[in-house]
Structure formats: structure tokens, C-alpha cells
């Protein structure tokens, strides 16, 4: 079956970096665009970074533009987002999520499949 898993979240001081991964399984990455999404608590999900196919696009919320950099690496079935300048609101738990449009999307309905998250808690 379909699996992502995230990892590399954890508690960091403001200022600080972080590189989260999602290693997946059950489906061949290269045809799928991925994406990040946050939740903190009593808000909603909401859309962090998404890359393309083979990684020529990429898409950024405007809160995390110019901090926030995702990459993936087809052949290791991994997505990544490194992080950093990390700021208190930047605490929340961290999905990945799988699409196979061939677009980049902002919306987390049109990703197919998702992650159980990785949370990443940033201190003042």
C-alpha cells in the first residue's frame, strides 16, 4: 500500500533550521508532484511548498518564500523541505502529500495521498 512517512521534525530555538523528510512507498514518485502542508493547533491545514514531477517547478506560500526550500530525489522516493530562519509561527505538525495531476497545487484536495506528519516546534 501507499506509505509516507515524514521525519526530521523536533524542537528548535527561533532562528534555527530544520530539514524535513518523506520517504515513500507503494507508488512511483516520479509521477506524482508533492507537496507540504502545516497544521497548528485550532487552525486549519494550510499549504507550505509543492514541486513538480521531476522537480523544474516549484510553488511557496508567501509566509515561508525565501526560508523554505523544497527539493525531492526521485530515485531515493524522497521529498525534502529545509528550513530555515525558523519562527515561532512556523510551529506546527508537518504533512506530506502526493498528487498526481501534473501541476503544482496550493489545495490540499487535490492531493491523493498524505502522511501521519512530523511536528515542528519552534521556541521565542
Known amino acids: 500500500q501507499v506509505q509516507l512517512v515524514e521525519s526530521g521534525g523536533g524542537l528548535v530555538q527561533a532562528g534555527a533550521s530544520l530539514r524535513l523528510f518523506c520517504v515513500v512507498s507503494g507508488l512511483t514518485t516520479r509521477n506524482y508532484a508533492m507537496g507540504w502542508f502545516r497544521q497548528a493547533p485550532g487552525k486549519e491545514r494550510e499549504f507550505v511548498a509543492a514541486i513538480s514531477r521531476r522537480g523544474l517547478n516549484t510553488l511557496y506560500a508567501d509566509s515561508v518564500k525565501g526560508r523554505f526550500t523544497i527539493s525531492r530525489d526521485n530515485a531515493k522516493n524522497t521529498v525534502y523541505l529545509e528550513m530555515n530562519s525558523l519562527k515561532p509561527e512556523d510551529t506546527a505538525v508537518y504533512y506530506c502529500?502526493?498528487?498526481?495531476?501534473?501541476?503544482?497545487?496550493?489545495?490540499?484536495?487535490?492531493?491523493?495521498?498524505w502522511g501521519q506528519g512530523t511536528q515542528v516546534t519552534v521556541s521565542s
Open positions: 502529500a502526493a498528487d498526481r495531476t501534473s501541476k503544482v497545487e496550493d489545495t490540499s484536495n487535490t492531493y491523493d495521498y
